[in-house]
């Protein structure tokens, strides 16, 4: 999505011409909204406090919040559900997912929480991967949108990576922001990863007949009579499940594993 506002701020990447503007509005005040999701409008309550409306036929998003929300914040994490609806009214699927490119495609990568996705991404944009997205993939046909140039790590996951703690502290002080470098506005697919915890660093393709519920599961927006049929172009790209033990010594060899694909 291309975003009209004011905004100002080093972690937009360019847009496609044909991914249609967004009108930004922020405004201070009390109040929250329930979750609503539906064909013209969508409402969501946020965590700080306030609320967030969007309006399909005008393309705005009014952010009301009893404070005032910083670009650097907006973008990022704030605009994760504006692009994730957006999307899906344009017809394009959106995951909570991250993506990387190797073998000059993009990998999308979907797991549980706590199943590390931000940390891989951030090993693997630190062994020189370029990282199309860290929260929210949006897709268009076989191609994955680029997102927001950051990822928000635990303030102990960044410093195990860094060696320092120069990572800045974002997020009221609970996470601290890599930067990572612009990437193409798309970037065809070569296919799709799921994380798990294992005892070995393994890759293993998955079957075909367990690749739709993964997805599912991971879908970032969903309308009102909603049918996943998007999903099943992804189901014939190759997909794997990646296991790993919990363990940083395993890092090394997860990212070489990975950066092979292609």
């Known amino acids: 999505m291309q975003i009209r506002s004011d905004v100002d701020s080093g972690l ?3 847009a496609g011409e044909d991914w249609g503007g967004i009108d930004i509005d922020r405004r201070t005040g009390d109040g929250s909204l329930p979750i609503h ?3 013209d409008e969508a ?3 946020l965590l700080r406090g306030g609320s967030l409306v969007l309006r399909r036929q005008d393309r705005s998003a009014t952010f009301v919040t009893p404070y ?4 650097d914040e907006l973008v990022h994490p704030y605009l994760a559900p504006v692009g994730a609806v957006f999307a899906r009214w344009a017809g ?23 199943a590390g996705k931000s940390t891989l991404m951030a090993a693997l944009h630190l062994a020189g991967a370029p990282i199309v997205t860290d929260d929210v993939l949006v897709i268009e046909g076989r191609d994955a949108l680029a997102g927001p140039r950051a990822i928000d790590l635990r303030p102990e996951a960044a410093e195990r990576l860094t060696g320092d703690g120069a990572a800045p502290l974002v997020r009221d002080a609970t996470r601290r922001r890599l930067a990572v470098p612009p990437v193409p506005a798309a970037v065809p697919l070569g ?3 799921k994380l798990s ?5 393994a890759l293993r393709p998955v079957p075909i007949s367990e690749r739709f519920a993964p997805l599912v599961a991971q879908r970032s927006a969903i309308l009102p009579g909603d049918d996943p049929v998007g999903l099943l ?3 014939s790209l190759p997909a794997y499940e990646l296991t790993r033990p919990r363990d940083w010594s395993a890092l090394d060899a997860t990212v070489d594993r990975l950066a092979a694909l292609g």
Do not use: K, Q, Y
């Open 233 to 235: 172009d992804l189901v």
């Open 37 to 39: 999701i539906g064909s």
């Open 197 to 201: 915890w294992g005892d070995d660093v």
């Open 12 to 14: 937009l990447n360019s």
């Open 191 to 193: 296919g799709w990863i």
């Open 43 to 45: 409402t969501f309550p």
């Open 92 to 114: 394009r699927e959106s995951l909570h997912a991250g993506a990387f490119v190797a073998g000059g495609r993009a990998w999308a990568v979907i797991g549980a929480r706590e």
């Open 68 to 71: 005032e929300i910083a670009d």
